[in-house]
């Protein structure tokens, strides 16, 4: 039987990891890598979780649903720009193109909790499990950082897009449908 190298990989991740679930994940051409999410105050019903999700050359998906035993509810969001102030918006799929590395973060495409059953405590983990049309349920866990953090461990995130958010766009709105 010969084993190919994404399975290769996808299994080294697996065992560095341990049981259960890992830090970075592949499957079907698509990698979810870097999750982290920020620790809320005592009584927060609400948080939120960033990643950076990657696919290989020659394929596409789309993120289409999310999930996780910290909340009640979990939706995929995006930030966009309206009569100038930043509002965050519920979207029905993030698309993704071939060979494209796409970070989600503050002030950007984002995981959404809802209803969380406790808060979340800077230096624990959470468990996420996300849905793509094409590769299936990925299950990573994500360390979580301090309440104001702009990326995992310490790292900042990626430079924001210009006219997706940042410094220059200090009214932010979170407002839901």
Same mark, same amino acid.
């Given at each position: 039987m010969r084993v190919t190298s994404p399975v290769l990989g996808l299994l080294?991740?697996?065992?560095?990891?341990? /049981? !259960?679930?890992?830090?970075?994940?592949?499957?079907? =051409?698509?990698? +979810?890598?870097?999750?982290?999410?920020?620790?809320?105050p005592g009584g927060a019903t609400v948080g939120a979780a960033f990643m950076e999700i990657r696919t290989g050359a020659g394929v596409t998906d789309r993120l289409v649903s999310a999930s996780s035993p910290v909340a009640g509810r979990v939706e995929v969001h995006t930030h966009i720009m309206e009569g100038g102030v930043m509002k965050m918006r519920r979207?029905?799929?993030?698309?993704?193109? /071939? !060979?494209?590395?796409?970070?989600?973060?503050?002030? =950007?495409?984002? +995981?959404?909790?809802?209803?969380?059953?406790?808060?979340?405590?800077?230096?624990?983990?959470?468990?996420?499990?996300?849905?793509?049309?094409?590769?299936?349920?990925?299950?990573?866990?994500?360390?979580?950082?301090?309440?104001?953090?702009?990326?995992?461990h310490g790292m900042p995130s990626q430079p924001v897009e210009a006219g997706k958010g940042g410094a220059e766009n200090s009214g932010h709105d979170h407002k839901h449908h």
């Open positions: 080294a991740v697996l065992a560095f990891a341990g /049981p !259960g679930v890992a830090h970075e994940v592949t499957n079907k =051409g698509v990698t +979810v890598a870097h999750p982290w999410a920020r620790a809320t979207v029905d799929a993030l698309e993704l193109k /071939p !060979g494209e590395s796409r970070i989600l973060k503050p002030m =950007g495409d984002h +995981v959404m909790f809802f209803d969380l059953k406790q808060p979340l405590k800077e230096g624990d983990l959470v468990k996420i499990q996300l849905n793509f049309a094409k590769a299936g349920m990925l299950e990573v866990e994500g360390s979580v950082e301090p309440a104001g953090a702009m990326g995992p």
